[in-house]
């Protein structure tokens, strides 16, 4: 299963961004989708949550207000528009499929955010 990844780049703060991740259809209607980041030198973490309905989503605190998870079941593809990007928010961000129906978890390749002035 290949989950591709794309929208990352260099922004300045206070810029937007959004990240895109396109899944294979069958794996995406069955999978809860999550966003994560791993910055240089720390673990990864989650950033942002969606229910494969869409019908709940979860935020880490530190990015609450500012980033906004999103699925479209009919492109098979999960957003996250993230706003007011703080340099702290610099990091490889990944996307991943938890498929239910199959108990196997997916990652995509990973794409760089950078905020710099």
């Known amino acids: 299963v290949q989950l591709v990844e794309s929208g990352g780049g260099l922004v300045q703060p206070g810029g937007s961004l959004r990240l895109s991740c396109t899944v294979s259809?069958?794996?995406?209607?069955?999978?809860?989708m999550s966003w994560h980041r791993q910055a240089p030198g720390k673990e990864r973490e989650l950033v942002a949550s969606?229910?494969?309905?869409?019908?709940?989503?979860n935020y880490a605190d530190s990015v609450k207000g500012r980033f906004s998870i999103s699925r479209d079941n009919a492109k098979s593809t999960v957003y996250l528009q993230m706003n007011s990007l703080k340099p702290e928010d610099t990091a490889v961000y990944y996307c991943?499929?938890?498929?239910?129906?199959?108990?196997?978890?997916?990652w995509g390749q990973g794409t760089q955010v950078t905020v710099s002035s």
């Open positions: 969606i229910t494969k309905t869409g019908g709940t989503t």
């Open positions: 991943r499929a938890s498929d239910i129906w199959a108990d196997r978890t997916y």
């Open positions: 259809r069958f794996t995406f209607i069955n999978s809860h």
